[in-house]
């Protein structure tokens, strides 16, 4: 049974920082390319960032700048660093391996005053 299970959400001031982590079981994820994704309830989720199974990355205009993903192919494992959190980047942010429809069931990320 496959599991993509994500960790390092919670809360920070704006300004700050959060690295997220994404972990897969019984999936390789170094076949696949990989994508953080957010969701605010109420919208439509928005693809943040990926990146291929060759390492290139894209990013959305929102978070350009700001966040940077990485791959670990080694320890199957998916990073998703947040820099500069600005309040609207307050969501649950998932990973998911492009091509399989696999996807995890996020982590919080709250960014207040």
């Known amino acids: 049974q496959v599991q993509i299970v994500e960790s390092g959400g919670g809360f920070v001031q704006p300004g700050g920082s959060l690295k997220l982590s994404c972990a897969g079981s019984?999936?390789?994820?170094?076949?696949?390319?990989m994508g953080w994704a957010r969701q605010v309830p109420g919208n439509e989720r928005e693809l943040v960032a990926q990146?291929?199974?060759?390492?290139?990355?894209t990013y959305s205009d929102s978070v350009k700048g700001r966040f940077t993903i990485s791959r670990d192919n080694v320890k199957n494992l998916v990073y998703l660093e947040m820099n500069n959190l600005k309040p609207e980047a307050t969501a649950t942010y998932s990973c998911g391996a492009f091509r399989t429809g696999f996807w995890g069931q996020g982590a919080r990320v709250t960014v207040s005053s």
């Open positions: 990146i291929t199974s060759g390492g290139s990355r």
């Open positions: 019984n999936i390789e994820f170094r076949y696949f390319a």
